[in-house]
Protein backbone atom coordinates (compact mmCIF):
# COMPACT_ATOMS: atom_id res chain seq x y z
CA UNK A 1 0.00 0.00 0.00
CA UNK A 2 0.97 3.18 -1.10
CA UNK A 3 1.55 5.99 2.26
CA UNK A 4 2.72 9.15 2.69
CA UNK A 5 4.29 11.44 5.68
CA UNK A 6 1.68 12.96 8.21
CA UNK A 7 2.42 14.71 11.56
CA UNK A 8 0.79 13.42 14.59
CA UNK A 9 1.38 13.95 19.00
CA UNK A 10 2.53 11.16 20.35
CA UNK A 11 1.93 12.06 23.81
CA UNK A 12 0.76 15.37 26.24
CA UNK A 13 3.09 18.18 25.59
CA UNK A 14 6.18 15.57 23.65
CA UNK A 15 7.77 16.67 20.40
CA UNK A 16 5.72 16.12 17.21
CA UNK A 17 6.37 13.04 15.28
CA UNK A 18 6.03 12.43 11.40
CA UNK A 19 4.94 8.88 10.43
CA UNK A 20 3.99 7.09 7.23
CA UNK A 21 0.44 6.50 7.19
CA UNK A 22 -1.66 5.13 4.19
CA UNK A 23 -2.31 6.45 1.20
CA UNK A 24 -6.10 6.34 1.06
CA UNK A 25 -8.04 6.41 -2.97
CA UNK A 26 -10.65 8.41 -2.86
CA UNK A 27 -14.17 6.53 -3.31
CA UNK A 28 -17.43 8.20 -4.63
CA UNK A 29 -17.19 11.46 -4.37
CA UNK A 30 -14.28 11.96 -2.43
CA UNK A 31 -11.11 13.50 -3.84
CA UNK A 32 -7.50 13.37 -2.86
CA UNK A 33 -5.71 16.25 -2.33
CA UNK A 34 -1.76 17.06 -2.56
CA UNK A 35 -1.80 19.49 0.82
CA UNK A 36 0.43 22.19 0.55
CA UNK A 37 -0.62 25.03 2.62
CA UNK A 38 -2.12 24.75 5.86
CA UNK A 39 -2.87 27.23 9.22
CA UNK A 40 -2.80 26.06 12.59
CA UNK A 41 -4.97 26.43 14.96
CA UNK A 42 -5.67 26.70 19.02
CA UNK A 43 -7.44 23.41 18.40
CA UNK A 44 -3.68 21.93 17.68
CA UNK A 45 -2.10 23.06 20.67
CA UNK A 46 -5.41 21.89 22.89
CA UNK A 47 -5.03 18.17 21.25
CA UNK A 48 -0.79 18.53 21.62
CA UNK A 49 -0.59 19.83 25.15
CA UNK A 50 -3.79 18.97 26.75
CA UNK A 51 -5.06 15.85 24.97
CA UNK A 52 -8.16 17.04 24.13
CA UNK A 53 -10.18 14.65 22.57
CA UNK A 54 -7.32 13.10 21.31
CA UNK A 55 -5.97 9.50 20.92
CA UNK A 56 -2.44 9.01 20.64
CA UNK A 57 -0.82 8.80 17.93
CA UNK A 58 -3.55 11.57 16.25
CA UNK A 59 -2.93 13.00 13.17
CA UNK A 60 -3.20 17.25 13.43
CA UNK A 61 -4.60 20.16 11.34
CA UNK A 62 -8.06 20.46 9.58
CA UNK A 63 -7.22 23.80 7.16
CA UNK A 64 -6.36 21.98 3.90
CA UNK A 65 -5.27 23.80 0.93
CA UNK A 66 -3.39 22.40 -2.21
CA UNK A 67 -4.28 20.52 -5.35
CA UNK A 68 -7.03 17.87 -6.47
CA UNK A 69 -4.55 14.59 -7.48
CA UNK A 70 -7.45 11.74 -7.81
CA UNK A 71 -11.22 12.01 -7.81
CA UNK A 72 -13.63 8.93 -7.14
CA UNK A 73 -15.99 8.00 -9.79
CA UNK A 74 -19.41 10.10 -8.32
CA UNK A 75 -17.10 13.85 -8.55
CA UNK A 76 -18.79 16.03 -10.76
CA UNK A 77 -17.48 19.42 -9.48
CA UNK A 78 -14.10 18.78 -9.28
CA UNK A 79 -11.08 17.97 -11.94
CA UNK A 80 -7.45 16.77 -11.06
CA UNK A 81 -5.25 19.79 -11.17
CA UNK A 82 -7.94 22.05 -9.26
CA UNK A 83 -6.58 24.36 -6.64
CA UNK A 84 -8.74 23.71 -3.46
CA UNK A 85 -9.37 24.59 -0.16
CA UNK A 86 -11.55 23.29 2.74
CA UNK A 87 -12.29 22.80 6.66
CA UNK A 88 -11.92 18.97 7.19
CA UNK A 89 -11.39 17.07 10.13
CA UNK A 90 -13.64 14.29 10.48
CA UNK A 91 -11.13 11.45 9.74
CA UNK A 92 -7.42 10.80 10.08
CA UNK A 93 -7.60 10.60 6.17
CA UNK A 94 -8.89 14.05 5.64
CA UNK A 95 -6.53 15.83 8.44
CA UNK A 96 -4.55 18.31 6.95
CA UNK A 97 -0.75 18.15 8.28
CA UNK A 98 -0.03 15.22 6.19
CA UNK A 99 0.82 15.29 2.52
CA UNK A 100 -2.30 13.77 1.01
CA UNK A 101 -5.95 14.21 2.25
CA UNK A 102 -8.94 12.43 1.06
CA UNK A 103 -12.29 13.91 1.77
CA UNK A 104 -15.73 14.91 0.15
CA UNK A 105 -15.61 17.44 -2.57
CA UNK A 106 -18.30 19.36 -0.62
CA UNK A 107 -16.02 20.60 2.09
CA UNK A 108 -13.80 21.51 -0.85
CA UNK A 109 -13.93 25.31 -1.65
CA UNK A 110 -12.18 26.10 -5.72
CA UNK A 111 -9.78 29.07 -5.11
CA UNK A 112 -10.68 31.86 -6.87
CA UNK A 113 -8.82 33.89 -9.64
CA UNK A 114 -6.45 36.10 -8.15
CA UNK A 115 -5.59 34.31 -4.61
CA UNK A 116 -3.54 32.14 -3.48
CA UNK A 117 -3.40 29.18 -1.44
CA UNK A 118 -1.59 30.56 1.45
CA UNK A 119 -4.46 32.82 1.65
CA UNK A 120 -6.63 31.03 1.42
CA UNK A 121 -6.05 28.61 4.07
CA UNK A 122 -6.61 31.13 6.43
CA UNK A 123 -10.45 30.89 5.84
CA UNK A 124 -12.06 27.40 6.26
CA UNK A 125 -12.50 26.54 10.33
CA UNK A 126 -12.68 29.93 11.04
CA UNK A 127 -15.55 30.74 7.93
CA UNK A 128 -17.43 27.45 8.75
CA UNK A 129 -16.70 28.49 12.60
CA UNK A 130 -18.82 32.13 12.22
CA UNK A 131 -21.67 30.73 10.40
CA UNK A 132 -22.27 27.86 12.99
CA UNK A 133 -22.09 30.23 15.64
CA UNK A 134 -24.26 33.10 13.99
CA UNK A 135 -26.90 30.47 12.88
CA UNK A 136 -26.92 27.50 15.37
CA UNK A 137 -25.94 28.83 18.62
CA UNK A 138 -27.28 33.18 18.51
CA UNK A 139 -30.00 32.73 15.76
CA UNK A 140 -28.74 35.25 13.88
CA UNK A 141 -30.11 34.45 10.10
CA UNK A 142 -27.58 34.28 7.04
CA UNK A 143 -29.68 33.53 4.05
CA UNK A 144 -28.23 32.61 1.13
CA UNK A 145 -28.32 33.88 -1.47
CA UNK A 146 -28.89 37.72 0.37
CA UNK A 147 -31.72 38.62 -0.69
CA UNK A 148 -31.72 42.09 -2.74
CA UNK A 149 -32.22 45.01 0.08
CA UNK A 150 -32.08 42.29 2.89
CA UNK A 151 -32.19 43.69 6.52
CA UNK A 152 -32.27 41.49 9.34
CA UNK A 153 -34.31 42.26 12.28
CA UNK A 154 -32.66 43.67 15.42
CA UNK A 155 -29.65 45.17 12.07
CA UNK A 156 -29.45 48.00 15.05
CA UNK A 157 -29.12 46.27 18.08
CA UNK A 158 -25.41 45.76 19.79
CA UNK A 159 -23.54 42.46 18.58
CA UNK A 160 -20.52 41.93 20.73
CA UNK A 161 -17.51 40.21 19.17
CA UNK A 162 -15.17 39.25 22.04
CA UNK A 163 -11.49 39.10 20.18
CA UNK A 164 -12.20 40.67 17.20
CA UNK A 165 -8.93 40.27 15.93
CA UNK A 166 -9.05 36.75 16.52
CA UNK A 167 -9.15 34.92 12.77
CA UNK A 168 -12.94 33.66 14.13
CA UNK A 169 -13.28 37.40 15.17
CA UNK A 170 -12.33 38.96 12.11
CA UNK A 171 -14.49 37.04 10.10
CA UNK A 172 -17.26 37.45 12.23
CA UNK A 173 -17.15 41.16 12.03
CA UNK A 174 -17.23 40.76 7.91
CA UNK A 175 -20.25 38.46 7.67
CA UNK A 176 -22.23 40.54 10.28
CA UNK A 177 -21.72 43.59 8.47
CA UNK A 178 -22.17 41.91 4.90
CA UNK A 179 -25.84 40.78 6.47
CA UNK A 180 -26.67 44.58 7.45
CA UNK A 181 -25.53 44.30 11.42
CA UNK A 182 -24.41 48.21 11.76
CA UNK A 183 -23.79 48.22 15.17
CA UNK A 184 -20.75 45.84 15.56
CA UNK A 185 -18.83 45.87 18.69
CA UNK A 186 -15.74 44.46 18.59
CA UNK A 187 -13.12 43.74 21.53
CA UNK A 188 -9.13 43.15 20.67
CA UNK A 189 -6.25 45.37 21.85
CA UNK A 190 -5.91 48.86 20.79
CA UNK A 191 -3.55 48.38 17.80
CA UNK A 192 -6.33 46.26 16.04
CA UNK A 193 -9.41 49.17 16.39
CA UNK A 194 -8.70 50.49 12.76
CA UNK A 195 -8.65 47.32 10.93
CA UNK A 196 -11.73 46.16 12.72
CA UNK A 197 -13.45 49.84 11.89
CA UNK A 198 -12.57 49.64 8.75
CA UNK A 199 -14.26 46.00 8.23
CA UNK A 200 -17.35 47.00 9.56
CA UNK A 201 -17.02 47.71 13.79
CA UNK A 202 -18.90 50.52 14.72
CA UNK A 203 -17.04 51.01 17.83
CA UNK A 204 -13.83 48.82 19.27
CA UNK A 205 -12.66 48.80 22.84
CA UNK A 206 -9.38 47.43 24.24
CA UNK A 207 -9.76 44.22 27.08
CA UNK A 208 -6.25 45.41 28.36
CA UNK A 209 -8.60 48.50 29.72
CA UNK A 210 -9.94 48.16 33.06
CA UNK A 211 -12.62 49.98 32.85
CA UNK A 212 -13.93 48.02 29.00
CA UNK A 213 -16.80 46.36 30.64
CA UNK A 214 -18.53 49.87 31.86
CA UNK A 215 -17.55 51.99 28.70
CA UNK A 216 -19.53 49.06 26.58
CA UNK A 217 -22.04 49.39 28.97
CA UNK A 218 -22.30 53.26 28.50
CA UNK A 219 -22.00 52.71 24.53
CA UNK A 220 -24.93 50.30 24.24
CA UNK A 221 -27.14 51.46 26.76
CA UNK A 222 -29.22 53.71 24.34
CA UNK A 223 -29.65 51.07 21.66
CA UNK A 224 -31.77 48.65 23.93
CA UNK A 225 -28.19 46.98 25.08
CA UNK A 226 -26.12 44.13 23.80
CA UNK A 227 -28.34 41.42 22.10
CA UNK A 228 -26.13 38.83 20.77
CA UNK A 229 -22.34 37.87 21.76
CA UNK A 230 -19.63 35.75 20.04
CA UNK A 231 -16.77 34.90 22.48
CA UNK A 232 -13.81 33.86 20.17
CA UNK A 233 -11.28 33.19 23.26
CA UNK A 234 -13.18 31.29 25.57
CA UNK A 235 -11.34 32.40 28.25
CA UNK A 236 -12.38 31.73 32.09
CA UNK A 237 -11.14 34.87 33.07
CA UNK A 238 -9.82 36.92 30.17
CA UNK A 239 -13.14 36.96 28.69
CA UNK A 240 -16.13 34.85 29.90
CA UNK A 241 -15.69 36.92 33.42
CA UNK A 242 -16.54 40.27 31.58
CA UNK A 243 -18.93 39.09 29.18
CA UNK A 244 -20.77 37.94 32.40
CA UNK A 245 -20.99 41.14 33.25
CA UNK A 246 -22.21 42.81 30.00
CA UNK A 247 -24.84 40.46 29.10
CA UNK A 248 -28.08 41.18 30.78
CA UNK A 249 -31.26 38.84 30.33
CA UNK A 250 -32.31 37.97 27.17
CA UNK A 251 -28.82 38.51 25.38
CA UNK A 252 -27.48 35.05 23.45
CA UNK A 253 -23.59 34.54 24.44
CA UNK A 254 -21.92 31.53 22.23
CA UNK A 255 -18.69 30.91 24.01
CA UNK A 256 -15.64 29.28 21.30
CA UNK A 257 -15.02 25.65 23.03
CA UNK A 258 -12.83 24.38 25.40
CA UNK A 259 -13.11 27.15 27.90
CA UNK A 260 -9.52 27.54 28.74
CA UNK A 261 -9.46 27.86 32.53
CA UNK A 262 -5.38 28.23 32.41
CA UNK A 263 -3.55 28.15 28.74
CA UNK A 264 -0.63 26.07 28.30
CA UNK A 265 2.73 27.34 28.02
CA UNK A 266 6.30 26.40 29.23
CA UNK A 267 6.00 25.78 32.21
CA UNK A 268 2.12 24.64 33.03
CA UNK A 269 -0.16 22.17 31.73
CA UNK A 270 -3.77 24.09 30.25
CA UNK A 271 -6.56 23.49 32.00
CA UNK A 272 -9.96 23.28 30.04
CA UNK A 273 -13.65 22.72 30.81
CA UNK A 274 -16.32 22.18 28.14
CA UNK A 275 -19.52 23.47 29.98
CA UNK A 276 -19.85 27.40 29.96
CA UNK A 277 -22.55 27.39 32.03
CA UNK A 278 -19.82 26.34 34.75
CA UNK A 279 -17.21 28.88 33.71
CA UNK A 280 -18.56 32.04 34.93
CA UNK A 281 -22.22 33.20 37.22
CA UNK A 282 -24.57 33.95 34.52
CA UNK A 283 -27.64 36.58 35.32
CA UNK A 284 -31.24 35.06 35.10
CA UNK A 285 -32.41 34.89 31.12
CA UNK A 286 -28.98 35.13 29.60
CA UNK A 287 -28.59 31.32 27.37
CA UNK A 288 -25.09 31.03 27.29
CA UNK A 289 -23.66 27.89 24.62
CA UNK A 290 -20.98 26.37 23.70
CA UNK A 291 -19.79 26.78 20.06
CA UNK A 292 -19.39 22.79 18.25
CA UNK A 293 -18.38 23.52 14.88
CA UNK A 294 -18.02 20.33 13.68
CA UNK A 295 -21.61 19.64 13.84
CA UNK A 296 -22.17 22.00 11.52
CA UNK A 297 -22.94 19.21 8.92
CA UNK A 298 -25.88 18.48 10.59
CA UNK A 299 -27.21 21.36 8.70
CA UNK A 300 -27.96 19.93 5.74
CA UNK A 301 -27.89 23.68 3.25
CA UNK A 302 -24.32 24.36 4.85
CA UNK A 303 -23.29 20.77 4.31
CA UNK A 304 -23.21 20.55 0.52
CA UNK A 305 -23.01 24.60 0.00
CA UNK A 306 -21.28 26.40 3.17
CA UNK A 307 -17.69 25.74 1.98
CA UNK A 308 -18.01 25.19 -1.98
CA UNK A 309 -20.63 27.90 -2.42
CA UNK A 310 -20.67 30.76 0.06
CA UNK A 311 -17.01 30.55 1.05
CA UNK A 312 -15.80 30.25 -2.20
CA UNK A 313 -18.45 32.98 -3.67
CA UNK A 314 -17.61 35.51 -0.57
CA UNK A 315 -13.95 35.39 -1.00
CA UNK A 316 -14.03 35.81 -4.84
CA UNK A 317 -16.98 38.88 -4.74
CA UNK A 318 -14.63 40.55 -1.73
CA UNK A 319 -16.80 40.53 0.87
CA UNK A 320 -14.75 38.48 3.12
CA UNK A 321 -10.71 39.40 2.92
CA UNK A 322 -7.90 36.66 3.84
CA UNK A 323 -6.44 36.88 7.48
CA UNK A 324 -2.84 38.51 7.19
CA UNK A 325 -0.19 35.25 7.26
CA UNK A 326 2.74 34.47 9.12
CA UNK A 327 4.52 31.87 7.41
CA UNK A 328 6.58 29.55 9.74
CA UNK A 329 9.54 28.62 7.54
CA UNK A 330 11.84 25.24 8.31
CA UNK A 331 13.36 23.07 6.18
CA UNK A 332 10.87 19.85 7.00
CA UNK A 333 7.60 19.34 7.56
CA UNK A 334 8.26 18.14 10.75
CA UNK A 335 10.53 21.27 11.76
CA UNK A 336 7.54 23.14 10.00
CA UNK A 337 4.48 21.93 12.52
CA UNK A 338 6.92 21.97 15.45
CA UNK A 339 7.70 25.58 15.28
CA UNK A 340 4.11 26.71 14.46
CA UNK A 341 3.25 24.56 17.37
CA UNK A 342 5.56 26.33 19.53
CA UNK A 343 4.87 29.32 18.36
CA UNK A 344 1.27 28.45 19.53
CA UNK A 345 1.94 27.65 22.85
CA UNK A 346 3.81 31.35 23.27
CA UNK A 347 0.98 33.57 21.65
CA UNK A 348 3.02 34.51 19.16
CA UNK A 349 0.18 35.21 16.66
CA UNK A 350 -1.67 38.27 16.92
CA UNK A 351 -3.85 39.38 13.95
CA UNK A 352 -2.55 36.83 12.03
CA UNK A 353 -2.45 33.42 11.04
CA UNK A 354 0.22 30.89 11.15
CA UNK A 355 0.42 29.24 7.75
CA UNK A 356 3.07 27.04 6.85
CA UNK A 357 4.02 24.50 3.86
CA UNK A 358 2.97 20.69 4.27
CA UNK A 359 4.20 19.09 1.33
CA UNK A 360 7.69 19.46 0.21
Not at 99 to 110: D, Q, R, S, Y
Not at 226 to 234: A, R, T, Y
Request: glycine letters at 8%; proline letters at 5%; a negative charge.
Amino acid sequence: MATHPAVVTVGIKKRLEVHQVPTVKPQGDEVRVRVEWTASTPLDLHQNDGGLLVTHPQRLGDGTAGTVVEVGPDVTRLNVGDKVFGFTWRTAQEKAHQEFCTTNEWLMAKLPDGFTLQEAVTLPNNFVTVFHALTTDLGIETPWPKPEGYVPEGAGRAVLVWGGASSVGLYAVQVLRYYGYTNIIAVASSKHHPKLKSLGAKHAFDYNDPDVVSQILATVEATGGISKVLDCIGSQNGSIAPISQLAQAGAKVAILLPVIVRDSSETEDPVYEMDVLKAAVWKEGVQAVGVRTHFYLQNDFFKKHLQPDIMYTMLKDGIVEPNSQRVIEGATLLERAQRAMDALRRKEASGERLVWRVAD
